[in-house]
T-cell receptor, first 115, second 113 residues
Framework: GAVVSQHPSRVICKSGTSVKIECRSL??????MFWYRQFPKQSLMLMAT?????????EQGVEKDKFLINHASLTLSTLTVTSAHPEDSSFYIC???????????FGPGTRLLVL | SQQGEEDPQALSIQEGENATMNCSYK?????LQWYRQNSGRGLVHLIL?????REKHSGRLRVTLDTSKKSSSLLITASRAADTASYFC?????????????FGSGTRLLVRP
């Protein structure tokens, strides 16, 4: 299957700082990428849909000014958690849509811990 | 928001036994997919079944779909310890938002060696 990478795999930061997470599709172009959030022992919750060259579409209840998404190329989307707080600590997973396959391929996730 | 529920929430079986997980959803769909997640890792795509299909096989995996009951099942035959993981079903958004994936609550499977 297709490969999607995320960087960093884990990050620890102080409250109030901003953290950028990168999501890359390594062997295919993805006009659409998705960002999910997962709390321990829970399911994935879609945060936003990232569209190459246009603004992201955020799910209800997700603050767009707090979770900044940029999809500057067909292989890269970034999620920036601004002014992070301890409650933002979570597992963030991205996926990239391989449209011809009607399938999303997921990155390995980024574990964020805000102290 | 989550599409639906999966049951059981947790399942513990002996190696060699079969594991069956069920998924229910609420809205109309174009397809349903099953994913696997090892602890603290990303998701691995297992199988996709379209709304006009009733059953699909892939190796030791068998997936069924009943659109009248809005439910699907995943059967893993001859389970192995390496099958220990969480399994999620995911549906697309149907006609209005088919590009989105909406995940079920997941089943945590433990296969005892």
């Amino acid at each position: 299957g297709a490969v999607v990478s995320q960087h960093p795999s884990r990050v620890i930061c102080k409250s109030g700082t901003s953290v950028k997470i990168e999501c890359r599709s390594l062997d295919f172009q993805a006009t659409t990428m998705f960002w999910y959030r997962q709390f321990p022992k829970q399911s994935l919750m879609l945060m936003a849909t990232s569209n190459e060259g246009s603004k992201a579409t955020y799910e209800q209840g997700v603050e767009k000014d707090k979770f900044l998404i940029n999809h500057a190329s067909l292989t890269l989307s970034t999620l920036t958690v601004t002014s992070a707080h301890p409650e933002d600590s979570s597992f963030y997973i991205c996926s990239a849509e391989d449209a011809p396959q009607e399938t999303q391929y997921f990155g390995p996730g980024t574990r964020l811990l805000v102290l | 928001s989550q599409q639906g529920e999966e049951d059981p929430q947790a399942l513990s079986i002996q190696e060699g036994e079969n594991a069956t997980m069920n998924c229910s959803y609420k809205t109309s769909i174009n397809n349903l997919q099953w994913y696997r997640q090892n602890s603290g890792r990303g998701l691995v795509h297992l199988i996709l079944i379209r709304s006009n299909e009733r059953e699909k096989h892939s190796g030791r995996l068998r997936v069924t779909l009943d659109t009248s009951k809005k439910s699907s099942s995943l059967l893993i035959t001859a389970s192995r310890a390496a099958d220990t993981a969480s399994y999620f079903c995911a549906t697309d958004g149907g006609m209005d938002s088919s590009y989105k994936l909406i995940f079920g609550s997941g089943t945590r499977l433990l296969v005892r060696p």
